[in-house]
């Protein structure tokens, strides 16, 4: 299931992946990779206590696009979530 989000085209914003329940007692994030639908931009990203921040920009009114976050944790585990950011002029 995909959580979805608006933002307006000219705005640079923070989303935030929350593993941190999902982690096992004392497994923590060893690193993960944000990866964008082409036409909206990864500014940056990072991780504190099993939450992945990602900042996005850009991207064209009226258009819907994913974003994917994968993690490998300290336990070898793999997984990924997507979310989906609506670009509306506002």
Known sequence: M??????????????????????????????HTITAQAGITVVSSSEA????????SGGTAVTVYTVACEVTTSAARVDERTISVQVVQR
Do not use: M, Q, R
Not at 49 to 56: C, R
């Open 2 to 31: 995909s959580t979805f989000f608006i933002k307006d085209p000219d705005a640079t914003l923070d989303f935030a992946f929350d593993w941190s329940a999902w982690l096992a007692t004392g497994e923590t994030i060893a690193d």
């Open 49 to 56: 206590s099993g939450v992945v921040t990602v900042w996005l």
